[in-house]
């Protein structure tokens, strides 16, 4: 079992940014692949980012690309999420989650935090 636990988000304007951490419970953190989903309002859960066990393998959604960025820190349990530039449509509850598996499908993933609010005001 993991138990994930999002902070960070927050209200912004166009063109600034944010870093959202998630932090772990357990001793198998390193273990496990780690993603960060977003949802918007009345629309479904979309992959943003996702990292391997040992930090040495990122994939990001096409829309954050040069933008955002995936790392971990094992030692604490926690992985980060740095959004730069960001842009209003990225507004969302982002969602860290935890598998065995890597991979960009939500339904993928096993465990799941309670999310954090980003607003990105134009």
């Known amino acids: 079992q993991v138990q994930l636990v999002e902070s960070g988000g927050g209200l912004v304007q166009a063109g600034g940014s944010l870093r959202l951490s998630c932090a772990a419970s357990?001793?198998?953190?390193?273990?496990?692949?780690m993603g960060w989903f977003r949802q918007a309002p009345g629309k479904e859960r979309d992959f943003v980012a996702a990292i391997n066990w040992s930090g040495g393998r990122t994939d990001y959604a096409d829309s954050v690309e040069g933008r955002f960025t995936i790392s971990r820190e094992n030692a604490k349990n926690t992985v980060y999420l740095q959004m730069n530039s960001l842009k209003p449509e990225d507004t969302a509850v982002y969602y860290c989650a935890a598998d065995r598996n890597y991979g960009r499908s939500p339904y993928g993933y096993d465990y799941w935090g309670q999310g954090t609010q980003v607003t990105v005001s134009s």
């Open positions: 357990g001793r198998t953190f390193s273990t496990y692949v």
